[in-house]
């Protein structure tokens, strides 16, 4: 069972219902080591990367109950261990935000050295250099980065770029500071208040949540709680382009429209409409009629580097010539030699991709090197004549809870083999 095969039918009925953000469970996971007490999480999506950071919790001493499908119940009793290892944070390079919790917590941490997507170099300058200026010493040696403090001590720490993990890192390592910490040119992504709420809940005091400017006012003690983790909203937005792309009838259940209002305006720009009831979604779209567009990914409220490789679908799939720059991440665009394997025709020069369109995808077997471009391959099987073999699946189940069964309930010809 480590492929999927498709046979691209054009057709889709039904309602999809989007599942909870991978991003914002894991940070809001990794922030039950920060106080002591018993958590109540839902709407955690069932996927690898969220079990690699419950077995990083059990490393450190937390036990984690899941009471149905995508609830858990979380009881720290204590942190009895503070190395997460390589074995766990190869596999996630999310893994990483454990630092600032167990920072807060217990200030001390030693985490290998993230793994993660092959989607660029990724460092992690931007976390330690945060850790620093809050009063963490910061020692790197055999692979392992550690960070102590005797007492972490609120300060002004000003992002080089608004990072969404070290957003994450710094907030938790500043919850428990001594007085204010403030993190400038912070990122905002949806993910970045749901964890601000889920340590507010606890008893922080976090202030500018939605804006690039946090304000954290360190407080002594935290108390556990209870969430509900929000909508995914790149789930969200792969389903949309599924939809626009298969003829056919499809609700999507499950969308903040707000969480998506960069990649929305530059469909709507194309001549796609939305038709939203509450969290209920409706796509109009005349594919021959759509018009070629100039998008450039950029930190959220832009357009999401998340959806880029799914959008050139639906690019290849538009009459004329659309442009897409990927700004965040430098080694972004290994789909695009397997979507022109399938008869697309991107060119590429330097982070700017050109796509002509519009092509006939045909199937063709392909390899799916990260997750967003797993997903990218996919939708294209969707569409293509023939048989479509997407290899290397693994990537794709980090991000996507039983993507294959969610497509068949709709109608889509595609199984795992
Ligand atoms: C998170 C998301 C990922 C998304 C990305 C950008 C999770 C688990 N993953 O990744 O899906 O694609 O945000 O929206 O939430 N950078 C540095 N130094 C650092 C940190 C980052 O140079 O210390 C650079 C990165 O190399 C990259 C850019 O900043 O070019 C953005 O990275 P960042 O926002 O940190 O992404 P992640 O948190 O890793």
């Known amino acids: 069972m480590n492929k999927i095969v498709i046979n691209g039918s054009g057709k889709l009925n039904g309602t999809l219902s989007v599942n909870g953000a991978k991003n914002s469970a894991l940070p809001i996971l990794a922030a039950t080591l920060i106080a002591e007490g018993e958590y109540s999480i839902d709407n955690i999506p069932d996927l690898k990367d969220i079990r690699t950071m419950i077995k990083l919790l059990e490393t450190f001493g937390l036990k984690a109950e899941k009471t149905d499908d995508h609830s858990y119940k979380i009881t720290n009793s204590g942190v009895k261990d503070i190395e997460a290892p390589y074995e766990l944070v190869k596999e996630m390079r999310a893994s990483f935000v454990v630092m600032g919790s167990l920072l807060a917590h217990v200030k001390k941490a030693r985490v290998s050295l993230p793994g993660g997507c092959a989607i660029g170099t990724r460092p992690i300058d931007f976390h330690l250099q945060g850790f620093e200026k809050l009063g963490a010493k910061i020692v790197l040696d055999h692979g392992f980065v550690t960070a102590e403090a005797v007492e972490l001590v609120g300060a002004r720490v000003k ?35 749901d964890l601000s709420s889920f340590l507010n809940k606890m008893g922080a005091n976090i202030s500018g949540i939605g804006t690039d400017e946090l304000k954290i006012q360190g407080v002594e003690k935290l108390i556990p709680c209870k969430h509900s983790i929000i909508p995914d909203r790149i789930e969200a937005g792969t389903f949309i382009i599924a939809s626009i792309i298969n003829d056919g009838d499809l609700e999507i259940q499950g969308v903040i429209k707000e969480h998506l209002k960069g990649f929305i305006k530059k469909l709507e720009k194309m001549g796609v409409e939305f038709e939203f009831n509450n969290d209920r979604l409706k796509i109009k779209a005349d594919l021959e009629k759509l018009k070629p567009v100039k998008i450039s990914t950029e930190p959220y409220p832009g357009f999401p580097t998340d959806l880029q490789a799914q959008t050139m679908v639906l690019l290849s799939l538009t009459n004329g010539k659309s442009e897409l720059k990927e700004t965040i991440f430098e080694n972004r665009f290994m789909h695009v030699l397997e979507l022109n394997r399938m008869g697309a025709k991107i060119k590429l020069e330097g982070n700017k991709a050109s796509i002509n369109g519009p092509v006939d995808f045909i199937g063709a077997e392909v390899s799916a090197t990260d997750l967003r471009a797993g997903a990218a391959l996919v939708l294209a099987g969707l569409v293509a004549d023939n048989t479509t073999i997407v290899n290397e699946i693994q990537h794709i189940e980090r991000g996507y809870e039983d993507l294959v069964e969610r497509l068949q309930s709709v109608g889509a010809k595609i199984s795992k083999q």
């Open 159 to 193: 992002l080089p770029f608004p990072s969404v993990g070290a957003t994450q890192n710094i907030l938790m390592a500043a919850v428990k500071a001594k007085g204010e910490t403030t993190i400038l040119n912070a990122a905002r992504e949806p993910e970045i208040d």
